[in-house]
T-cell receptor, first 109, second 114 residues
Framework: TQLLEQSPQFLSIQEGENLTVYCNSS?????LQWYRQEPGEGPVLLVT?????EVKKLKRLTFQFGDARKDSSLHITAAQPGDTGLYLCAGAEGNKLVFGAGTILRVKS | EAQVTQNPRYLITVTGKKLTVTCSQN?????MSWYRQDPGLGLRQIYY???????DKGDVPEGYKVSRKEKRNFPLILESPSPNQTSLYFC?????????????FGQGTRLTVV
């Protein structure tokens, strides 16, 4: 099983700060996804990155796929309390979807 | 409304008492799967199904069974639950397998085995 490592595990910041979350693997993925999970809910897809070097923006969230397609990052600009949640990256391995352990983000107002 | 529905949301049971967690999707998806989520370990796949009557083991299948008799339903069966199966369980579905397709998740089932 390809391992997806996420860092940091926990992040607690003040409203308005910027942050970056990382997802790394020693293996190449054809694409990676980012999900966000709120307490008491299932994960919800934010974005899929497919091409090496690809950058996608979703309002204040910027997602990047590494050139070698082994890593990805999520950057949040001017974080808000509503961004609080668990952020998960995921990649397809054969017939399975593999998830990283996640980054717990807490944005304080 | 497109959704994946799991039941029950919460369940406390005793060791050895068989239980079933139901999962149903209304999106005509081919691919369905079950995950368990534990602190620090993320989501680990238990079983998946590519289509009706086609199921296969994920990364942590021991102690679990599944069936896919109908396209919309994918129940998870614990024949003899043990305390190490205490966890948060999620059912998910997608049109087909692959990170290019969106996986839709249920709201989760929090299971406690005492």
């Amino acid at each position: 099983t390809q391992l997806l490592e996420q860092s940091p595990q926990f992040l607690s910041i003040q409203e308005g700060e910027n942050l970056t979350v990382y997802c790394n693997s020693s293996s190449v993925f054809s694409s990676l996804q980012w999900y966000r999970q709120e307490p008491g809910e299932g994960p919800v897809l934010l974005v899929t990155v497919v091409t090496g070097g690809e950058v996608k923006k979703l309002k204040r969230l910027t997602f990047q796929f590494g050139d070698a397609r082994k890593d990805s990052s999520l950057h949040i600009t001017a974080a808000q309390p509503g961004d609080t949640g668990l952020y998960l990256c995921a990649g397809a391995e054969g017939n399975k979807l593999v998830f990283g352990a996640g980054t717990i983000l807490r944005v304080k107002s | 409304e497109a959704q994946v529905t799991q039941n029950p949301r919460y369940l406390i049971t005793v060791t050895g008492k068989k239980l079933t967690v139901t999962c149903s999707q209304n999106m005509n998806h081919e691919y369905m799967s079950w995950y368990r989520q534990d602190p620090g370990l993320g989501l680990r796949q238990i079983y998946y199904s590519m289509n009706v009557e086609v199921t296969d083991k994920g990364d942590v299948p021991e102690g679990y069974k599944v069936s896919r008799k109908e396209k919309r339903n994918f129940p998870l069966i614990l024949e003899s639950p043990s305390p190490n199966q205490t966890s948060l369980y999620f059912c998910a579905s997608s049109y087909f397998l692959g990170a290019r397709t969106e996986a839709f998740f249920g709201q989760g089932t929090r299971l406690t085995v005492v």
